[in-house]
């Protein structure tokens, strides 16, 4: 199996559908296990796809397999940040936008009101002189004021909906595919992120056009009155440093929020929480945080890096399994994932 494993593995390890910045070909090089062979490297002058360890992967890919085909399906689950890992980042040329960053409220005093409290928190957020605890502290500070701006504005459902129908946010290329290949396997995906579930559930509801039985969103979710105002926040709020004190407990089935009447199985936390071997996918190395709270033996994370590359690249090496470059589609992923949890295997 794993020799197998390690033939597919390292047939993929580094694709030439973009270019690479030719500065970073020996550190594309440096970090693949791969191209030990300069003269190689230098013959895909171009990559997306880089792993840092190719034998620690394998050794993990190997590790969910040996589980056995027939419990693959009910041992593995996926966990996904949403904004530049589940969308792009960017879209057209241009910078796309987040889901809290898409958001339009009905009186524009308020969009000003909350990018001027992004100027001032957006570097706290990144700075490197101010401890995780403060920083933590003034991260809940950002997210809090932030509502309540969003329930003294008015927000509405309407203008989510209207807001998502303006925006520049897009999905990888792939991204469905991924979703509908775990969904025939009963594979959960537990959508994690800072941002505002009912946006998310917006955005997919507007660019994908169908819902998934296995998705679930963890986020920060509205509430709304009768006349369909913003009243108020449920839970604890997730902001972009406490992702790793998750809330399970928040998560609710797509499709119960959509209101759609399918009759499919639905996954309890209890369920997301025994699935023993974690498939990772986020776009910052906190976004590591988010499998803290469970209890898994092997976890495959995939790293994309969206920004800074030439600064960042090293660490997201060592950081993920897989690391994918230039606003790279979802193939590598679905091919992963179809590796770990083949066809016949159910
Ligand atoms: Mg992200």
Known sequence: MSHRLHGILL????????????????RAWFCSGRFRNQTHMESHA???????????????MAAICNAGPAKLQFSCQVIADFDGTLTKYRVNGCRGQSSHGLLQQENPEYDKKRQELYEHYHPLEFSPTIPIEEKT?????????????????GLTYDGIRQSVANSTI??????????????????PILIFSAGLADIIEEVLRQKIHRLFKNVKIVSNRMVF??????????????????KNEHALD????????????????????????????????????????MSDGLNYENRISVGFLNDNVENSLDSYCKAFDVVYLNDAPMWGVVKLVSQLCPSDGH
Not at 170 to 183: I, S, Y
């Open 11 to 26: 047939g993929t390890t580094i694709r030439t559908h973009r270019s690479i910045p030719p500065h970073l070909i020996s």
């Open 225 to 242: 009155n009768n006349n369909g105002h913003l009243v108020s926040f449920q839970g604890k709020t997730i902001h972009s440093l406490n």
């Open 170 to 187: 897009a999905f990888r290329e792939g991204v469905v595919e991924l979703f509908e290949f775990l969904e025939e396997r009963d594979i």
């Open 137 to 153: 502290k003034l991260m809940e500070e950002w997210w809090t004021k932030t509502h309540g701006l969003l329930i003294e504005g």
């Open 46 to 60: 171009s990559c997306e796809e880089v792993v840092g360890d190719s034998e620690l992967l394998v050794k993990k």
């Open 250 to 289: 928040m998560a609710a089935p797509l499709h119960d929020r959509l209101g759609d009447n399918i009759d499919a199985p639905t996954y309890e936390n209890a369920s997301v929480k025994t699935r023993r071997n974690v498939l990772l996918l986020g776009d910052h190395i906190g976004d590591l945080g």
